[in-house]
């Protein structure tokens, strides 16, 4: 049967309607069931080695569009209901976001799903089926909210497998029901499929905001991503999540394993593991529990988890490693405590500096140290971040095992960011050089041989010109703004951080509006966008998300500012919301504290669709500085090495943030958080406290590099006024982006790692 009468059969039986009679919403649970039949009807792909990739997030985004692509009946589907009158897009907006991610590291998780499908290799995703995901985010008041958003429609893409393992948590046991989400691989005929556990009765959600009993466990597991964790239960509750999800997963590889013929001692020939950041760390132990109790000794059930395993780390910030008491685990999962101990005696062995211990004289279980005693490998996401883990954060454990340190720079689905999301910029490209950089992304280098082609050049600037257009549109019905798309579109979108230093766009855009009413008019009309959502405990990013919302603002009555510059936040950024902005954006910010960032995919993401990168030397900004050269970025800043030293009290020099406030010309940006005119608008308890911490804290160091900043983003306001030669950069960018595909990164993870053979 083809695909028309298919979705005839299907909107038949379902609605009694022909699809021509079908509302949107119909067409798009048609579609829907139509999609999620095929992908399920794909065999998975064979191979003696099959890999698990366990992550406590994957932020898979809307899957219709990215399915019918992968299955190859996109164009199909387009031209199907255009002959209807239909289209395609508008049915696609049906669909809720899955938001089961955070931000980078779940967008990373879900990536690589795409392309480890695509590449045709056995690889499924191991996580949790929250039922809220994310907060919903809104703006009251010029603050934050949050709301519960309950993606799970009665129309879904979850799969019943009829699979079910018993967790024994401590005093009790919970079920874990298990749900497949199919992953179809573009340009083969396979599915693999990411695995979502979910206790038996899930709660109803919250009757107001995102607060919830903490302590039901029973019920209330997979309700939110990461519950607040700025309480001891919030913690906890953590901990039960991470058990549940590692104890499952652990118990289904083990049933593989037997289905596919192999007994438990031969787990590692024929099982790879990969632990994306510490969130299911807790899999070591438990393996182990599982292959003891399946008569392997601990020796072997240590050899065998040690040469499964594999850990990335994520990030370098000290207050993102988890360690957890282990009075937490004794009393979540009491029979890893035994196991953990022996692990924590035989790494004693291996090294008897206390630094390297996973038990430490607090009570407190180093997660990361059993991932890096007992797995494989250790990986950093970008050269810079990899070196930083060698050099400084991890260096007693890489003098302990050189050899499992690499680095594996993150990459992105130039399906989803590129062919998917820009299919203006994706034409142009094809008439350049052909459809096959696809499949190998590195042709599209390709394009530098039209850098003097004018018509090109042209056509290029013609595609991001109607990108900014249609995005001003999206804007203007959703949330009512009206933009200029013909100025220039100064992106920074990414989760709300203090060290991503939005505050220091911030300041900027105070310096501008300072000079606009002192009469000193920039080039050409900014338009600076801001898409973040900020933590629901973390008090700071709040106070930050607040001073852009009153810049926003104060600049939106100001009739003698606005024609020039503007400022917006987009509500409740999300993986929708970033595919409609990154094909618009002019200026990629990636101005993070030079160390802080490990990677960061944003950056090549924008940098594919044309945006020429604003950033500091940096995660994969680095990367991205070597392959444009400096002629296609906009590097500033402290680099990483003279920030590790300001961070280091042996050092004696000590970062003070007053020393570069008192001058002039920052003093009057940063006290411009208590001008009557923001205080005419904002919480003044909230600007002042965001204008103490930036005087006396800075803990990430704006003020350190926020003079030359301001100067380079008014060199490249400049330059952008200079058409062709922004149009050579932009295609540059296009040209070397790639390298970031992720189907590049999954190859050297196969090869150097997993070797799924
Ligand atoms: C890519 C992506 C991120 C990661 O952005 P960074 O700039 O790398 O931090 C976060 N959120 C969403 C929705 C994304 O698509």
Redesign the pocket.
Known sequence: MDIKENLTQLTNEQFGLAPDQCSDRQLYEALLKLTCRMAAERPAPAGERKLYYFSAEF?I?KLLDNNLLALGIRDQVRELLSGMGRDLNAVEEQEPEPSLGN??LG?LAACFLDSIAALGLPGDGVGLNYHYGLFHQKFVGNKQTETPDPWLEQENWLISTGKSFTVPFGGFDLTAKLWDVAVPGAYNNYANRLHLFDVEEPAAPPESGINFDKTDVVHHLTSFLYPDDGDDQGRLLRVYQQYFMVSAGAQLILQELEERGYGPGELADHVAIQINDTHPSMVIPEMIRLLTARGLSMDDAISQISRACAYTNHTILAEALEKWPVYFIERVAPQLVPIIRELDRRAREVSSDPTVAILDNNGLVHMAHMDIHYGCSVNGVAALHTEILKKAELKAFYDLYPDKFNNKTNG?TLRRWMEACNPDLTALIDQCIGPDWRQNPDQLVGLLAFIDDEHVLNRLLAVKQSAKERFCRELRDVQGVELDPNSLFDVQ???LHEY?RQQMNALYVIAKYLEIRAGRLPEKPITVIFGAKAAPAYVMAKHIIHLILCLQKLIENDPAVRPWLRVVMIEN???T??EQLIPAADISE?ISLASK?A?????M?LMANGAVTLGTMDGANVEIAELVGPDNIYTFGAHSDRVIHLYDDKGGERYRPVDYYHTPKVEPLVDFLLSPELLGIGDPYSLAALWRDMKGKDWFMALLDVEEYIAVKDLAVRQYGDRKSWARKMLTNIAKAGYFSSDRTIKQYNEDIWHLG
Do not use: H
């Not at 990677?599 to 950056?603: A, I």
């Open positions: 932020l985004g931000g980078g967008r992105v979108i990414k989760r991503k950024y999300n993986v919301w970033a990636q960032e990677s960061g995919t944003g950056n993401k």
